[in-house]
């Protein structure tokens, strides 16, 4: 009796066969969320130790330097493109260039300067960052600064982290990118976007 | 006391060897992307070493690691560390006292962390400037010293690592025809 009833459980028919269907799409459905999840991680971003100086003007045409180094080159790409994207508000004109941190003299980049014409230039140097159990950079934490180029002074500056999923690296920079745009914004080197 | 026989006592030392082997992995110090611009420069024999110290302990320990090597292979040398500013007042008194041919500075420019938090890898940049010209780089290289998986930098081994970095330093300043015996 007990077996006639089993093997009438596993006996397919269309109802059964529509539940199994909608189960296991539900569960794909799970495991993909999850793994994405798990891949991606979520992205978080924040400023500190922010100083600020004085500036005549908000600055309009910028240029933007991040150096690479310690990290692997798509860090840098994508926090200069996302520094760019943040500024095209806020600013007439901006360019950005990545540095390898090896260097010898700075006289390709001041070139770079000065052809551009600039107000200003804003220096983001990675100094530390934490791995991930699976090798990439779970946190990167940047100093940066922006120097008025006509009077060589620093107008603001500040500590800058982004942290999260490995797999969201443009994420992370955008709103690290969003978050200092805003903070030189308040101080007023950078205009408010559409003034 | 019965002592383990030696079949048994294998497996154990094989244990421990791989658990310390796994622990330390990749422990190294090196000197890497060497960049240079030494065309009309002579062999510098006498070096002013500028250790700038990040608050950590590690300036100390570079400091005590480089001067064996210089002194080695008779480099008429001064090694003194300052805090970050890069043009701090004791290297300018150090220049006029010692009147040196070059500075070699050594900055830490990034310390990356394990997932733990303990102190992976850091990273130094060594750059070498005429003695009145610091904006001007005859020669670049970093440095990079490595912990092992699961330890911090600065616990295991580190003074030895220092000592292997410095020396490989020195040696790579050598091997590029940058500083000579006087």
């Known amino acids: 009796m007990n077996e006639r009833l089993h093997l009438e459980w ?118 530390g960052g934490t791995l991930s159990y699976y090798g990439g950079a779970a946190k990167v934490i940047y100093a940066a600064k922006l120097l008025d180029v006509h009077t060589s002074r620093v107008v603001w500056q500040a500590t800058v982290k982004h942290e999260g999923g490995t797999a969201v690296v443009e994420r992370r920079s955008r709103l690290a990118a969003e978050k200092m745009v805003q903070s030189m914004v308040l101080a007023h080197v950078v205009r408010e976007a559409g003034l | 006391m019965r002592r383990m026989p030696l079949c048994g006592r294998l497996p154990f030392h094989l244990f421990l060897w791989i658990g310390s082997m796994t622990i330390c992995s990749c422990a190294s110090a090196r000197v890497e992307a060497v960049r240079r611009n030494l065309a009309s420069h002579d062999r510098i024999t006498r070096l002013l070493v500028v250790i700038v110290d990040d608050e950590s302990k590690d300036a100390d320990l570079m400091r005590a690691s480089i001067h064996g090597p210089l002194e080695a292979k008779r480099i008429d040398h001064q090694v003194i560390a300052i805090s970050r500013p890069s043009r701090a007042p004791s290297v300018d008194a150090a220049i006029v006292a010692f009147a040196p041919q070059a500075i070699l500075r050594i900055t830490p420019t990034a310390t990356i962390r394990s997932p733990r ?16 010209d610091t904006e001007r780089r005859i020669w670049r290289a970093r440095l990079v010293h490595r912990a092992g998986a699961l330890v911090d930098v600065g616990e295991t081994g580190i003074s030895h690592r220092m000592d292997l970095l410095a020396r490989q330093l020195v040696d790579q300043l050598i091997a590029d025809r940058v500083i000579g015996p006087s």
């Not at chain 1, 600013?91 to 003299?105: I, S, Y």
Request: charged letters at 20%; a positive charge.
């Open chain 1, 10 to 127: 596993l006996t397919p028919t269309p109802k059964r066969a529509h539940a199994f269907r909608r189960r296991a799409a539900l569960g794909c459905c799970g495991a993909w969320a999850v793994l994405a999840v798990s891949l991606g991680g979520c992205a978080e971003a924040s400023l500190q130790n922010v100083r600020l100086g004085r500036v005549a003007q908000p600055m309009e045409r910028v240029f933007v330097v991040v150096h690479k180094e310690p990290l692997e080159q798509p860090y840098a790409i994508a926090m200069t493109d996302a520094l760019i994207a943040a500024l095209s508000g806020h600013t007439t004109a901006r360019k950005g260039k990545v540095l390898t941190g090896m260097e010898l003299d700075d006289t390709v980049l001041l070139d770079a300067v000065e052809k551009f014409a600039t107000d200003g230039l804003l220096v983001l140097k990675p100094i």
């Open chain 2, 117 to 132: 938090g303990a102190r992976q890898e850091i990273r130094y940049d060594a750059s070498l400037f005429p003695a009145g």
